[in-house]
């Protein structure tokens, strides 16, 4: 009886709650020319995390990882005032070679 050769890390389903979505803007487009993807992520999420769960997902070695914190405005809504939610934002910088495709999804 042979064991199921082992991947470098195993995909959990904590993993698809952290990342949330890829950012597409002009500032990530202008990232990912310099080998970074960039990704919102979830609020609690921590740096280690964040890279885990890159490299479970997409199958990519991550070089580093930097977050950014975009609080919330105060708009008004239909004449009352209101509040955007916070966004944490992560820099995802690959090693030499590896890529992500963020056009196909998960």
Known sequence: MSKAPKTAAAIKPEHYDLIKKPVITEKATMASEAGAVVFQVAMDSTKPQIKEAV?????VKVKAVNTT??????????????????????????????????????
Request: net charge positive; glycine share 14%; hydrophobic share 35%.
């Open 69 to 106: 914190i975009t609080k919330g405005k105060a708009k008004r809504f239909r004449g009352r005032a209101g509040e955007r939610s916070d966004k944490k934002k992560a820099y995802v910088m690959l090693e030499d070679g590896q890529t992500i495709d963020v056009t196909t999804g998960l």
């Open 55 to 59: 490299e479970a997902i997409f199958g």
